[in-house]
């Protein structure tokens, strides 16, 4: 390990102990919860807590890339469905009653638990929608670039496109026209 470069099976390891320590940590954060609200008679309180807070546990655990930012995101917005509920059982006059309601209605489940899928189309579609942004920005500054390149060809002849070695820019997906030329006449041949 002296070339600082992990292998594929000690970064299965790492994963694996961390996988461990985030359900052992869970574990025990839901345990003292329970038992407080045990200690409280509020156990419908905490199932609602726990099962509306599922999307958030399961994130926690399947995320395990450096930073967490998907955990991170579907916890917070999960954590926004879940919060208007029990904040309006703890205030009401008998929370447990209240609770075990808020299990049959199932407009609590969609507010819960489609707030944790906005935060899933968040983490899937911002990332896409960033590199969408930067493909086109780059393909309209090549296009700039060309016409300067073009003008400047010109303006001083072909001998500075020799001379200084331009290049034909072009957007990083497209095929040069040489290639699809060739495919073509392949397939008329066929």
């Given at each position: ?119 899933w189309g968040i983490v899937y ?66």
């Amino acid at each position: 390990m002296s070339s600082g470069v992990l292998t594929r099976e000690e970064l299965n390891k790492i994963r694996s102990r961390r996988f461990t320590a985030n359900l052992i940590m869970i574990t025990l954060v839901l345990t003292a919860i329970g038992v407080g609200m045990e200690i409280l008679a509020m156990p419908f309180v905490f199932y609602l807590g726990c099962v509306g807070m599922l999307p958030a546990i399961v994130a926690n655990l399947i995320d395990t890339r450096k930073g967490r930012y998907a955990s991170k995101c579907v916890t917070a917005f999960n954590m926004a469905g879940v919060t208007p509920n029990l904040a309006g059982t703890l205030a009401s006059g008998s929370p447990n009653h209240t609770a075990a309601t808020l299990f049959e209605n199932p407009e609590s489940w969609v507010l819960m638990y489609g707030f944790a899928g906005f935060g899933w189309g968040i983490v899937y579609l911002i990332p896409r929608m960033a590199q969408l942004y930067f493909e086109i920005s780059s393909a309209y500054h090549i296009e700039k670039l060309a016409e300067l390149q073009k003008a400047l060809v010109d303006e001083w002849s072909e001998e500075v496109k020799a001379k200084l070695g331009l290049i034909k820019l072009r957007p990083r997906n497209a095929i040069p026209k040489a290639a699809s030329e060739e495919k073509v006449e392949k397939k008329g041949k066929k």
